[in-house]
Every structure is written in structure tokens, then in C-alpha cells.
């Protein structure tokens, strides 16, 4: 078992900026890929970015790419999405999710999500 806990979230206005958190416990952190995802009011989820556990892979929805950096610390057990230029449709919720591979898109575990609004 693997327990991711997000934090960071908050209210910010829109070209601002936001470091997200994911804290995981349990078994080894650094055997697992780490993706973020979020789910907007009214729709369905969606990729954010995901990191190999070597953090040499990283990959980034189009929505994002130029302005979220998903970033790892083995030795702090976390993960990052430094957010920054953010858009009023930047917001939703924001879960980070373990997989046991990078070349999966099968992720095994998820956090509780952390709110992310962004005011134009």
C-alpha cells in the first residue's frame, strides 16, 4: 500500500502561481511513477503530467506544457507540480496518483485531492 496525501492547494488569481505537494507513505516511494491529475466542476478527470521514478521521464497535458513543472524528491517521499501563469480553467481539484510504471497508465494508488480555484 502506498497513502499519497496532496497539499498546497488554495485560492489564487489567475497569473499567479502554486507549488502542489503529494506526501506518500507506505512502500517504497521510489519504486513508483507519479502522475497528477484533476477533475474541474462538471467534467471528468484529466492527465496533468506524470514522472518516472528516475524523474529522467517526464511528460505534460498540452493545456499545461510551458507552464507546470512536475518535479520528485525520493528522499522526501514527495512529489511537485510548481503551477505557475495559472487560467481561471486551471481549476479543480488536483490528485496525485502512484503507478508501477512509467509506460502504465494503470495507477494503483490515489490521494484525496487538494482545490486548486483560480479568479479571474
Known amino acids: 500500500q502506498v497513502q499519497l496525501v496532496e497539499s498546497g492547494g488554495g485560492l489564487v488569481q489567475a497569473g499567479g502561481s502554486l507549488r502542489l505537494s503529494c506526501a506518500a507513505s507506505g512502500r517504497t516511494f521510489s519504486n513508483y511513477a507519479m502522475g497528477w491529475f484533476r477533475r474541474a466542476p462538471g467534467k471528468e478527470r484529466e492527465f496533468v503530467a506524470d514522472i518516472s521514478w528516475t524523474s529522467n521521464m517526464k511528460s505534460y497535458a498540452d493545456s499545461v506544457k510551458g507552464r507546470f513543472t512536475m518535479s520528485r524528491d525520493n528522499a522526501k517521499n514527495t512529489v511537485y507540480l510548481q503551477m505557475n501563469s495559472l487560467k481561471p480553467e486551471d481549476t479543480a481539484v488536483y490528485y496525485c496518483?502512484?503507478?508501477?510504471?512509467?509506460?502504465?497508465?494503470?495507477?494503483?494508488?490515489w490521494g484525496q485531492g487538494t482545490q486548486v480555484t483560480v479568479s479571474s
Open positions: 496518483a502512484a503507478k508501477p510504471s512509467y509506460y502504465t497508465n494503470t495507477y494503483a494508488y
